[in-house]
């Protein structure tokens, strides 16, 4: 069993109906109908939320999804309405907050992936496939698939694992047409940013979207995009496949959970402990490296 180790409280702001808490945004609904969602501090790992906060990092996260949003416009419409507080809302939500469509969402994590890692790993290591695709011989960690690749998973709750479907099964879920576009608009979504990403030196290896279709029946991009906690992210004059690549994921925090150090077992039922000052700053330094290594702006 997994999940908060202290599950928060929400902000009560007059005017919004707070619905949900998730591993790092909360979910408001305001008078009109349209969602808010508000990136926290919070970070997860091994299906728990951590008892300690990267600060910064829920405003890191919202500005790089907007600045995504803006130059995927053209092949896919997002669910942003705007980014003004409202009224009432915390100072702190500045910079963090998304006014957006109610959308139908589709159960779906839609994954495209362009290098093998993870879940996709240790897949192809049983089985030489991924999602029921079948992958060359001698491929390692880190290995440059042939092509880019999508692979859904079903979502999962907070504390439960997402998991690996085949592309079959995604359209006996949702239906033939409705599978067909989820996977052209994540393959096309996915080659768009792995070419931007190329040119700031940094390897797009996959990532995960969220999608919904609007009341026109379009489909809508949705939640996050492409930032350090739904992507993996690698130096390109770093990268060498035979082993885990250096990331600008939250790996870094789980090589800290699972070391000796954190003293701290994965397999108990016990909750991990509170981060150290040394690994949160560096995780935070991450996420700044990656938002301005993509965007070409500093942080501030």
């Not at 159960?107 to 890692?117: F, I, M, N, S």
């Not at 994540?186 to 279709?213: C, H, M, W």
């Not at 301005?292 to 500093?298: C, F, I, K, P, V």
Request: some cysteine; charged content about 25%; proline content about 8%.
């Amino acid at each position: 069993m997994s999940g908060f180790v202290v599950k928060p409280e929400p902000v009560q702001v007059p005017g919004l109906v707070h619905l949900h808490t998730g591993k790092v945004r909360d979910l408001y609904q305001n008078a009109a109908g349209e969602l808010v969602m508000v990136a926290s501090d919070r970070t997860s790992a091994y299906d728990w939320v951590l008892p300690t906060e990267i600060p910064g990092k829920g405003r890191i996260l919202t500005q790089l999804s907007l600045w995504w949003f803006e130059l995927l416009a053209d092949l896919v419409p997002n669910h942003v309405i705007s980014t003004e507080l409202p009224e009432g809302a915390p100072a702190d939500w500045e910079g963090r907050t998304m006014v957006c469509r109610q959308l139908r969402m589709v159960p779906v994590e839609c994954v495209a992936r362009g290098y093998l890692a993870g879940s996709g790993l240790l897949e192809y290591e049983r089985t030489r496939t991924v999602c029921g695709l079948g992958l060359p011989e001698g491929m390692v960690d880190g290995s440059e698939l042939p092509g880019p690749i999508f692979t859904p998973a079903t979502k999962a709750e907070v504390g439960e694992h997402d998991e690996n479907v085949t592309y079959e099964e995604v359209a006996r879920q949702v239906g033939v047409e409705s599978a067909a576009q989820l996977r052209q608009a994540t393959l096309a979504v996915y080659s768009r940013a792995r070419e931007i990403a190329g040119t700031r030196g940094l390897i797009l290896a996959d990532t995960k979207f969220e999608f919904g279709y609007d009341e026109q029946g379009t489909l809508v991009i949705a939640d996050e995009v492409l930032t350090p906690d739904s992507s993996r992210y690698w130096p390109a004059d770093q990268y060498e496949p035979g082993h885990p690549q250096p990331s600008f994921d939250k790996q870094f925090i789980r090589d800290w959970l699972t070391s000796p150090a954190s003293g701290w077992d994965r397999a108990s039922e016990q909750p991990p402990p509170t981060l150290p000052p040394e690994v949160v700053e560096q995780s935070s330094a991450r996420y700044v490296e990656a938002y301005e290594r993509l965007t070409g702006t500093s942080w501030s």
